[in-house]
T-cell receptor, first 115, second 108 residues
Framework: NAGVTQTPKFQVLKTGQSMTLQCAQDMNHEYMSWYRQDPGMGLRLIHYSVGAGITDQGEVPNGYNVSRSTTEDFPLRLLSAAPSQTSVYFC??????????????FGNGTRLTVT | GENVEQHPSTLSVQEGDSAVIKCTYSDSASNYFPWYKQELGKGPQLIIDIRSNVGEKKDQRIAVTLNKTAKHFSLHITETQPEDSAVYFCAASIADMRFGAGTRLTVK
């Protein structure tokens, strides 16, 4: 059981480039989400999904896209990277949606630098 | 949306002492309050959680208390050890989970 797997671990982009952060879980969790972590600001929710084919915006969705074609995978796309998107990104999953009080399981993060 | 505030931002204690971290939340509909521990280079890991129908929960050296009327909850760590040194996050949840800014705990 690998849990939540994020790739890559580190990435450097130039302003304007696009990329996809990968997230996969093998726990058959319905709920998946993406957070960004910035110093002094904790974890802020970008997008989340309550099941395959369903996604919704979180607190800070601008500049990011997501899709959920399978239960296992929840990629995060940066369409045109900006320096303000320099951050550590965490993917998390949960057995059920947040309305069921299920704890989140986190991956080990992707550290992204945009120059 | 929900707003979670966490204090203090840094906390330094001597080994064997107790540590207390406090959080407040804004939405009275929040009903689930987990605490996460994050070690360097890793993702946050759940250490304890409490639901809104419970006032207190304990797991060995860790306890969490919840005051729904005042909308605040606290993490208590007793007999602290060097391996307790980490960043701790509180969170509150209804439709999605919102986190506090974190507390860096150092056990000397």
């Amino acid at each position: 059981n690998a849990g939540v797997t994020q790739t890559p671990k580190f990435q450097v982009l130039k302003t304007g480039q696009s990329m996809t952060l990968q997230c996969a879980q093998d726990m058959n969790h319905e709920y998946m989400s993406w957070y960004r972590q910035d110093p002094g600001m904790g974890l802020r929710l970008i997008h989340y999904s309550v099941g395959a084919g369903i996604t919704d915006q979180g607190e800070v969705p601008n500049g990011y896209n997501v899709s959920r074609s399978t239960t296992e995978d929840f990629p995060l796309r940066l369409l045109s990277a900006a320096p303000s998107q320099t951050s550590v990104y965490f993917c998390a999953s949960s057995y059920q949606g947040m309305s069921y009080n299920s704890p989140l399981h986190f991956g080990n993060g992707t550290r992204l630098t945009v120059t | 949306g929900e707003n979670v505030e966490q204090h203090p931002s840094t906390l330094s204690v001597q080994e064997g002492d107790s540590a207390v971290i406090k959080c407040t939340y804004s939405d009275s509909a929040s009903n689930y309050f987990p605490w996460y521990k994050q070690e360097l280079g890793k993702g946050p890991q759940l250490i304890i959680d409490i639901r809104s129908n419970v006032g207190e929960k304990k797991d060995q050296r860790i306890a969490v208390t919840l005051n729904k009327t005042a909308k605040h909850f606290s993490l208590h760590i007793t007999e602290t050890q060097p391996e307790d040194s980490a960043v701790y996050f509180c969170a509150a949840s209804i439709a999605d989970m919102r986190f506090g800014a974190g507390t860096r705990l150092t056990v000397k």
